[in-house]
């Protein structure tokens, strides 16, 4: 078998050479079967509905997705691009899923409409109306309703009668929605909803967003083969936030109470909890020191506080909120440093476990056990863990239930019986392993490369990747990733695939993103370190960026230069660097920080000036622009500019509606008055993730002929 090079154009337009998108695993209420998610065989970015028989060996096509196409196939309507891109959901076909809690019929969502799908059938039924469409769909708690927005306002649906309440008029004002998460709740807080149903199915909670004080600026976007200029509105770091209200309405008599859960005009509403328990909120103040827990009188709207968590920097926001019974509230903290879980009773706060690394996720409790998942000993691991607790329902030992070493993502059944366990790892593709409680543990999907397989031409010169952790004199272990070039011959041009920033872990010992084997394909080494300020870590490591950004992490990135000189085939006077977004900010300070490592430099989407992006993500790290000059100042990317000596290309979409294009036009603006030469490619009708087909093929491609330039 010869050499195959991978190119962009075979990686990301010869479907199923990566491995398949599945998402959305959902087991039916009475967990006889499972459905998920998967791109189409013959469409790599359609999913399509799938469903796995507890008893049988492999899944079926349950519903192929064009069946739900209809006129207004691919005409999405704004918000819906806006909810795709805050989400990341880069795919047409089926969007979501989600099973009535009374039976096993299947709420399906597609190209903005909602259909019913029992669980006996395989013809969908719509039942929202015809020639609309609708964002935010979800059932209410038994499924006598459906809830959506359209056009901004609330409205509710009666399966069974098919009528139809609006429950929010905003009037036609532009800067109003209800119902629907506002840019910051989606984008930087992750909060995803905006409304949400009492367990009782009487009531509704729905936030009301106001725009109006917001800056507005003018924007690029590509419409219909034309480039057209739009308002948008920008909270920029410092300015003024969108004002949030949250109601309670009564679904039958259409009565209104404003939950009043603001102790100051300025807090955030981060999370809200109600699920067969007090409705619970999550309310953070501007700077992010503090997050309040307070359960809500219905009757009211006023608050009670259950829990306050306080930080001299920031606290994360989480989802580990969970009533593991009326009167006990389980929750997550890093108040001692690493993220554990607590029990809040009678206000009495106490630490349920103490593990050495840190706890992600609450997954699943029943019978005095609480399931999470996190690591112990190795960051780069995810694992299954199992707490069993005494009568008191205190700490009385831990289970790593996972072994393999490697990535395990877990999803559990209602009951808590029965799991899924997605696994893969540095070595091996994907896997999901089906687990019945004391029954049977087997693997019920993999991704095999054999002779059918796209992948199968490329397998053999395969780069495969190894995680090691090194050890600087002066301060924590860092992680860091090699994957070397496919085929070995002397010396090596390396390239620094970077991200570095807050929320992400690059290092993980998972099946890595082959985009890395189209650099490996071509002769080079990559590298991928995770630096101070990157997640999965102790609060600590995070905390080190705080008030002052690219100061640990570019430290940190430089410890590479120091790895790669142990590495025989490595040419450490070719180092190239490229990132995307928080990482193209990083690549332009990696440049001109340490101009004598990187000779060329990719940096695409880049934040250049704090003042310019956002105010929750900006203020959590760097706090208020007036009360933080230096810190805006020193971590901006402009008084490093003129120390590069590197080769340039940068790369920004022209829609980008979240590090704004005028991020871009501020920086080659310094550039040209420096005199620097650089290579420059937008992207029209591109947002920020920039990952439409032509444009995956177009901008691998053009960086993969600009190292081979410039290294």
């Known amino acids: 078998m010869t050499t195959v090079e991978l190119t962009p154009t075979k990686l990301f337009t010869t479907n199923g050479i990566s491995p398949p998108i599945t998402s959305h695993y959902v087991f039916s209420p009475d967990s006889t079967y499972f459905v998920f998610l998967r791109s189409s065989q013959e469409d790599q970015n359609r999913l399509d509905l799938w469903r796995h028989n507890i008893g049988s060996e492999k899944p079926f096509l ?80 038994a499924g006598t309703y459906i809830s959506y927005v359209r056009d901004d306002d609330l409205f509710v649906l009666n399966i069974d009668k098919a009528l139809e309440t609006q429950i929010t008029d905003r009037k036609g004002n532009p800067n109003i929605s209800f119902g629907a998460p506002d840019f910051l709740a989606a984008e930087e807080m992750h909060r995803h909803e905006a409304h949400w149903w009492s367990p009782d199915e009487s009531t509704l909670a729905y936030t009301k967003t106001n725009n109006t004080l917001v800056e507005k600026i003018s924007r690029l976007e590509s419409q219909n083969g034309e480039i057209i200029t739009i308002q948008q509105n920008y909270p920029f770091a410092g300015k003024t936030n969108p004002t949030v209200e949250l109601f309670l309405t009564n679904v039958i008599t259409k009565k209104n109470t404003i939950i009043k859960y603001q102790e100051d005009s300025e807090d955030y509403l981060a999370r809200v909890n109600w699920d067969n328990a007090p409705l619970t909120l999550q309310v953070q103040s501007r700077d992010q020191k503090q997050i309040t827990v307070k359960t809500v009188n219905l009757n009211s709207g006023s608050c009670t506080t259950l829990l306050e968590e306080r930080s001299k920097t920031w606290i994360n926001l989480h989802d580990n909120l969970a009533w593991e019974s009326p009167t006990r509230l389980l929750w997550t903290s890093e108040r001692s440093g690493t993220n554990q879980i607590y029990a809040l009773e009678n206000t009495k706060l106490t630490m349920l476990t103490k593990i050495p690394g840190r706890v992600d996720r609450i997954l699943h409790t029943k019978d005095n056990q609480i399931f999470f998942d996190g690591w112990d000993e190795n960051a780069s691991e995810k694992h299954l863990f199992r707490l069993d607790l005494d009568e008191n329902f205190r700490h009385k030992s831990i289970k790593k239930v996972t072994k393999d070493a490697g990535w395990h993502d877990v999803i559990f059944n209602k009951k808590g019986d029965c799991y899924l366990d997605s696994f893969s790892s540095n070595s091996i593709p994907r896997e999901i392993r089906l687990i019945i409680e004391k029954t049977s543990d087997r693997v019920i999907d993999k991704q095999e490369i054999t002779s059918s397989h796209p992948y199968y031409a490329y397998i053999k010169d395969h780069s495969f990747s190894s995680i090691d952790r090194i050890y600087p004199p002066n301060g924590p272990s860092l992680y860091i990733r090699l994957t070397p070039p496919r085929i070995i011959k002397g010396k090596h041009p390396i390239i620094v695939n970077v991200y570095g920033g807050p929320g992400v872990q690059r290092v993980k010992n998972e099946w890595p993103p082959l985009i890395n084997q189209l650099f490996a394909s071509a002769g080079y080494g990559i590298v991928e370190l995770d630096n101070r300020g990157t997640s999965n870590r102790d609060k600590a490591f995070e905390d080190a960026i705080y008030g002052n950004l690219g100061v640990a992490e570019v430290t940190d990135q430089l410890r590479i230069y120091e790895y790669l000189e142990n590495i025989r085939w490595a040419d450490v006077s070719r180092i190239g660097i490229f990132g995307h977004s928080y990482g193209g900010y990083m690549a332009l300070l990696c440049a001109g920080k340490a101009p004598e490592v990187f000779k060329s430099v990719v940096s695409i989407a880049p934040v250049s000036k704090w003042e310019l992006y956002d105010t929750h993500y900006t ?48 920086l080659i603006t310094e550039l040209q008055t420096l005199n620097k030469q650089f290579e420059l490619m937008l992207y029209p009708g591109s947002k920020h993730s920039l990952q439409e087909t032509s444009v995956l093929v177009h901008r691998f491609n053009l960086i993969l002929d600009f190292f081979a330039r410039n290294l």
């Open 62 to 141: 349950w519903l192929n997705a064009t069946k739900l196409y209809e006129t207004e196939h691919s005409k999405l309507s704004a918000a819906e691009l806006n909810q795709k891109e805050r989400k990341r959901l880069f795919t047409t076909g089926i969007t979501h899923i989600e099973f009535r809690p009374s039976n096993n019929e299947l709420l399906i969502c597609a190209e903005g409409a909602a259909y019913i799908l029992p669980g006996s059938s395989s013809d969908p039924e719509r039942i929202t109306p015809q020639g609309t469409r609708q964002e935010c769909i979800k059932f209410s708690p």
């Open 619 to 666: 203020e959590r790290y760097l706090g208020m622009p007036n009360k933080n000059p230096l810190g805006y100042k020193n971590s901006s990317v402009f008084p490093y500019l003129d120390a590069i000596e590197a080769k340039l290309l940068i790369m920004h979409g022209m829609s980008d509606d979240n590090v704004l294009l005028t991020h871009t036009n501020t």
